[in-house]
């Protein structure tokens, strides 16, 4: 019986810097002035559940305690906003990892959507118990567009790790 995944190769080990660029480059994303645009992906919690699924050793709670601290002194939002909403989502994508990574990726975005869903409901009770408005159900589509970038940014977040590595004709792998 045949896998039901495209590839069955061996990734390389990530390595810790591209994780902290990744990170980084997310960062700066969400803080361009299109980022309160409805539709706009938070591209911080995007990365961070993928790596917190991907690299739990490496990306775990406190990295999104300091990037939700992060996002709430840029945003000027409330204080522990984000911080709550990060932690929780990474959380969850740990716990849930095993189980994400069993399904193909198309079907990951899926597993993906309800998580990214709950951070972003998170930072909404978050507001709305400071005293904000309600913004309206446009809060909704940003985790959609988000879990719909699944896809890409697996692919593109996965590339460094598929470099060829020099062939070895006494090991079978």
Do not use: K
């Amino acid at each position: 019986m045949q896998p039901t995944f495209s590839s069955s190769r061996i990734l390389l080990p990530v390595r810790p810097w591209f994780i902290l660029t990744t990170i980084g480059l997310a960062l700066l994303l969400n803080f361009l002035p299109t980022a309160h645009w409805p539709g706009v992906p938070d591209w911080v919690a995007l990365v961070l559940c993928f790596w917190a699924i991907r690299e739990p050793r490496f990306v775990g709670m406190g990295t999104a305690f300091l990037l939700g601290l992060g996002m709430d002194v840029a945003d000027g939002a409330v204080l522990g906003q984000h911080c709550f909403a990060y932690i929780l989502l990474t959380f969850v994508a740990t716990s849930q990892a095993r189980r994400i990574l069993w399904f193909p990726v198309g079907q990951q975005m899926l597993q993906i959507l309800p998580l990214l869903l709950l951070c972003q409901i998170a930072q909404l009770l978050m507001r709305l118990m400071a005293g904000a408005d309600f913004p309206g159900w446009s809060f909704l589509v940003s985790p959609l567009v988000a879990a719909s970038l699944w896809i890409p940014a697996t692919f593109l977040l996965l590339l460094p790790q598929y470099q060829p590595v020099s062939r070895d004709d006494n090991r079978p792998l």
